[in-house]
């Protein structure tokens, strides 16, 4: 089975810096997709970044980004000038790939973010 | 993202009543999940669809029933509801072409059972 660890229940910094949510998860699988979803206080999920864990390239989305290291098992999301609204829980999460079919996403613990004015 | 709408978007409800959630989407997705939130716990899938009249059990199962008899429309039942019920409920459902992988989410109900 799948899991997925974020080991910073809580983050804060000011506005404009850069800061970086950790994430690692573990798995038997070769090829699969890691996301990281957003949730402000509207509690909307909102989809931040995707990676395909076959891509060597990390993604990157305007001022998100992710450190994809696969050997290690870890997904970073980089928060470069930081913005008011940015204030939310994210969370890290793991899907497999599947050909054709449902496939479920696991989920860590999240990481609260505030960012200081 | 996906069109998804979820109904009621607040509910209090008292132990052993029955509950009906609705998950409602605009965008002919074939996958459709619920999961549900709580603390320390991130999201957790309850049951999911793989198509009309097509459903299968999630991680956290028990308790719950689901049905699926349009691909707009997926329903989540608490056949009788428990205070280890309260929590937030979110539906899913997953993209198409090229981005077929990602689910986008329902804005979530919060159900609290007394």
């Known amino acids: 089975a799948q899991t997925v660890t974020q080991s910073q229940p809580e983050m804060s910094v000011q506005e404009a810096e850069t800061v970086t949510l950790s994430c690692t998860y573990d798995?038997?699988?070769?090829?699969?997709?890691l996301f990281w979803y957003k949730q402000p206080p509207s509690r909307q999920m909102i989809l931040v970044i995707r990676q395909e864990a076959y891509k060597q390239q990390n993604a990157t989305e305007n001022r998100f980004s992710v450190n994809f290291q696969k050997a290690a098992k870890s997904f970073s999301l980089k928060i470069s000038d930081s913005q008011l609204g940015d204030t939310a829980m994210y969370f890290c999460?793991?899907?497999?790939?599947?050909?054709?079919?449902?496939?479920?996403?696991?989920f860590g613990q999240g990481t609260r973010l505030t960012i200081n004015p | 993202d996906a069109g998804i709408t979820q109904s009621p978007r607040h509910k209090v409800t008292e132990t052993g009543t029955p509950v009906t959630l609705r998950c409602h989407q605009t965008?002919?997705?074939?996958?459709m999940y619920w999961y549900r939130q709580d603390p320390g716990h991130g999201l957790r899938l309850i049951h999911y669809s793989y198509g009309v009249k097509d459903t299968d059990k999630g991680e956290v199962s028990d308790g719950y029933s689901v049905s699926r008899s349009k691909t707009e429309d997926f329903l989540l039942t608490l056949e009788s509801a428990t205070s280890s019920q309260t929590s937030v409920y979110f539906c899913?459902?997953?993209?198409?072409?090229?981005?077929?992988?990602?689910?986008?989410f329902g804005p979530g109900t919060r159900l609290l059972v007394l």
């Open positions: 999460a793991f899907m497999k790939h599947g050909i054709q079919g449902a496939q479920k996403l696991v």
């Open positions: 899913a459902s997953q993209g198409s072409a090229p981005f077929a992988e990602t689910q986008y």
């Open positions: 798995t038997s699988e070769s090829n699969y997709y």
């Open positions: 965008e002919n997705h074939r996958y």
